[in-house]
């Protein structure tokens, strides 16, 4: 987005030394003088430009207004941004054993912790892909990208592994970590972190 107002901004730079240049000797007063404020007409015009430059810089000024407007999948840069959070954060979050995120020892169903099957999760090459491929999606889709999410809901997903809400923190916090390494900006990581949030309802369970 930033870079389509690139040229406006660089040709209004150009225009603003070429009448510094202009500016520089000595002129007989016109209607255009009105335009100072300091009482140097080229001063005037440095400092417009210094800040045309500054709000450049910072993807703001009167023909920069689309990036209020960019989604947070944008702005943790698209595709290849969510990418490489993703891929830290599963490295990390599986390593961890604070989230038991492979569910050893757990078991689904039975009654009062007799009978059931085994819940865990085998970080094998199929099933790390198929986590990535459907996290990745899932970040996409949750921060207004245009991809399409594939995978099971939250309910079905997480269903009878008994994820207590000390598991859920943990792979929250690994999250802040692998956008900490990331360095992703402040905003952008409260936002996706509420976003991760929201989920605790589907996915944590109370005991």
Request: proline share 4%; glycine share 10%; with cysteine.
């Given at each position: ?43 005037d ?9 500054d ?18 999948y ?6 290849a ?26 078991k ?11 819940a ?88």
């Open positions: 987005m930033e870079t389509m107002h690139r040229p406006r901004a660089s040709a209004f730079a150009l225009s603003l030394v070429l009448l510094a240049g202009c500016a520089s000797g000595d002129k007989p007063a016109n209607k255009d003088d009105s335009f100072s404020t300091s009482g140097s007409r080229e001063a015009q440095r400092a417009e430009q210094r800040i045309s430059k709000q450049q810089l910072r993807g703001e000024g009167e023909n920069d207004k689309s990036k209020v407007k960019q989604t947070l944008v702005r943790l840069g698209s595709e941004g969510v990418e490489r959070i993703v891929a830290d954060f599963v490295d990390r979050v599986i390593a961890d054993p604070r989230t038991n995120w492979e569910r050893k020892g757990v689904r169903g039975g009654v009062l912790g007799v009978g059931g099957s085994s865990e999760w085998k970080p094998t090459p199929e099933n790390l892909e198929s986590l990535r491929k459907h996290l990745a999606q899932f970040i996409a889709v949750a921060t207004g990208g245009p991809t399409e999410y594939e995978g099971k809901g939250m309910d079905a997903v997480h269903h009878g592994m008994k994820i207590t809400n000390a598991e859920f923190d943990a792979a929250i916090g690994a999250l802040k970590a692998s956008l900490d390494t990331l360095k992703v900006p402040v905003d952008e990581q409260k936002e996706l972190l509420a976003v991760f949030e929201s989920t605790r309802p589907q996915i944590a369970e109370k005991r």
